[in-house]
Structure formats: structure tokens, C-alpha cells
């Protein structure tokens, strides 16, 4: 049935600690399986024998892409803070590490109540990008670094204007309406940042 609960979530410092904890102890991909193919696989087998809807099949599928595009941010912000040399690059780093940690707390805490997998790790295509934006230095880094955020950032945007409309479940409709603006935000602050790379020699 579709619902309309309204979600509750920690305080900040707790889910900064949280998001934290579960990065750091899920940093690999669980003995190189697919962390996304995973979590898919499961929602799937949980849905197929609850003998639910094509709709509930794309909310999972909503929320596993979700977390995925988030721990792929995550690591392209840590990596412009760390090895950036554009001022614009790395400050945009520092603010999307901890949006990011937030959303990937309440997506835990969503997921956690519909009983739904998510990646806990990235997943093959994701490390794939991580992988090729982190072999290149200077100028060249902090332009891909940009472009590979923006693309992710797209899709985020895309997707929760979409799911605030049209998801099944009626927290998740709710959690999409919650975080469109603030990921739209994100996502124009990723062009301004990516419009100065674009600059760069």
C-alpha cells in the first residue's frame, strides 16, 4: 500500500559518525563481488518472492543507485581534497564529503526500514571511473575529478525529481522530496565548479 510516514533521523553528529563507521568498514568490495550486483540481486530475490510490483522494483532500484552514486562522490571528494590544485575544486570537495555522509546515513536508515540491500562498497563501473580519473595529476585531475561528479550529480538530480512523484512506497516518495533540492543545489555548484576547470590550461 502506498504510505505517507513521515522519516525520522538522528542528530548530525550521529549520523556524521555512522556514515563514518560504515565507509571505513565496508571499504572493500567483500571478496570482489560486485557490491551493486549484490544488493540488486538481493532486493530482487526479496521482491520476487513477496510477489510485489514493478514499481517497488524501481524504488529499490532507486535507492541502491542512489548510495552507489554517493560512495563514488564521496571518494572523487576526498580525492579532490587531498590531491586537487584548483582552491575551487578542493573547497567543493569538503562540502560534498559531508552532504554525501549525510545522505548515505538517511539512506541506510530508509533502506534498514523497508528492509532493502544497498551497496556497501563501489561497484565495478564505479571503481572503473574512480580508478581512471585518479591516474591523472595537475589540471587534468581536478578537470575529470569535476566531470565525472557533475555526470553523477546529473543522474542523482534526475532521479530524485522523478521518485518524488512516482515512487510506490510513500517514504520514499517523502525521502526524494526531502533531498531533490538540496542534491539540485549540489549539482549547480558542481557546474560552477566544473565551469572554472574548464578554464584551466
Not at 75 to 90: F, N, S
Request: aromatic share 4%.
Amino acid at each position: 500500500m502506498r504510505g505517507s510516514l513521515l522519516l525520522s533521523f538522528p542528530s548530525r553528529p550521529l549520523l556524521f559518525s555512522l556514515a563514518v563507521a560504515w565507509l571505513t568498514a565496508c571499504s572493500s568490495d567483500g571478496g570482489g563481488k560486485d557490491a551493486v550486483e549484490s544488493a540488486t540481486a538481493q532486493n530482487e530475490s526479496k521482491i520476487s518472492s513477496a510477489d510485489v510490483t514493478e514499481k517497488q522494483e524501481a524504488d529499490a532500484r532507486f535507492l541502491v543507485k542512489t548510495t552507489s552514486n554517493a560512495l563514488l562522490e564521496v571518494e572523487l571528494a576526498k580525492l579532490a581534497q587531498a590531491r586537487a590544485t584548483t582552491p575551487a575544486v578542493r573547497a567543493y570537495g569538503t562540502r560534498l564529503v559531508q552532504n554525501r555522509l549525510d545522505l548515505l546515513a538517511a539512506l541506510r536508515t530508509l533502506a534498514d526500514a523497508k528492509k532493502l540491500a544497498l551497496p556497501a562498497a563501489l561497484g565495478a563501473d564505479e571503481q572503473a571511473a574512480y580508478h581512471e580519473v585518479s591516474t591523472k595529476t595537475g589540471n587534468e585531475l581536478d578537470k575529470s575529478i569535476m566531470k565525472l561528479l557533475v555526470k553523477a550529480q546529473k543522474q542523482d538530480d534526475n532521479a530524485f525529481d522523478d521518485m518524488k512523484d512516482d515512487a510506490y512506497d510513500g517514504d520514499i516518495r517523502g525521502f526524494a522530496a526531502k533531498y531533490q533540492r538540496p542534491v539540485s543545489e549540489e549539482l549547480d555548484g558542481a557546474k560552477e565548479v566544473a565551469d572554472v576547470t574548464d578554464d584551466l590550461p
